[in-house]
């Protein structure tokens, strides 16, 4: 069974431009989350959907946003791209519900220069 | 506000010592409480989980113990292996909320 994947593994970019990350969650998971990883700060929580709604929000500027396609793989958008942006951005997927464990892709790592 | 404080890494320890990273969360209600582990190249993953006081998660030889008198999930593992070199994260999450993540403790083991 395929686990969570992401893509692109890598991206580079300049302030001020905009990056799109993409997640496949694992087959049958209708949930999908985004968290950043930061150096030093951990993982922060970004966004939850499920059945293609958001269901949650971190504390994180309106320019992160993101949405769920119909066969539940998701994309994540950072528009006006800061230099503090940086960062690991991981995806998990749930099967509805959060029941406990969550399914983690390696991430998509992304600079800004 | 809620959150998860765990100790800071690094923890170097040898092959066959006893490890401990010390967890405790700020949460309201009653939340469960998860710890998972980042080995190198590959995505976070379930270690072991406890949703209620005085449960003990347990998995891989690794157990943490739900303390919510002290509000603590601190991980041990009675004889850690080079294998286990990698970053520990504790979490928590309450009714339907996204999982809390604490900034992780890296573990290095050497032979």
């Known amino acids: 069974e395929a686990g969570v994947t992401q893509s692109p593994t890598h991206l580079i970019k300049t302030r001020g431009q905009q990056a799109t990350l993409r997640c496949s969650p694992i087959?049958?998971?209708?949930?999908v989350y985004w968290y950043q990883q930061a150096l030093g700060l951990g993982l922060q929580f970004l966004l939850w959907?499920?059945?293609?709604?958001?269901?949650n929000r971190g504390n994180f500027p309106p320019r992160f946003s993101g949405r769920q396609f119909p066969n539940y793989s998701s994309e994540l958008n950072v528009n006006a791209l800061e230099l503090e942006d940086s960062a690991l951005y991981l995806c998990?997927?749930?099967?509805?519900?959060?029941?406990?464990?969550?399914?983690f892709g390696e991430g998509s790592r992304l600079t800004v220069l | 506000g809620d959150s998860v404080t765990q100790m800071e890494g690094p923890v170097t320890l040898s092959e066959e010592a006893f490890l401990t990273i010390n967890c405790t969360y700020t949460?309201?209600?009653?939340?469960?409480l998860f710890w998972y582990v980042q080995y190198p190249g590959e995505g976070l993953q379930l270690l072991l989980k406890?949703?209620?006081?005085?449960d003990k998660g347990s998995n891989k030889g690794f157990e943490a113990t739900y303390r919510k008198e002290t509000t603590s999930f601190h991980l041990e593992k009675g004889s850690v292996q080079v294998s286990d070199s990698a970053v520990y994260f504790c979490?928590?999450?309450?009714?339907?909320?996204?999982?809390?993540f604490g900034k992780g403790t890296r573990l290095s083991v050497i032979a």
């Open positions: 998990a997927s749930s099967i509805g519900t959060f029941t406990g464990e969550l399914f």
């Open positions: 087959s049958g998971h209708t949930s």
């Open positions: 959907y499920d059945e293609g709604e958001e269901r």
């Open positions: 949460a309201t209600g009653y939340p469960s």
């Open positions: 406890a949703t209620k006081a005085d």
């Open positions: 979490a928590w999450n309450s009714g339907n909320t996204p999982l809390v």
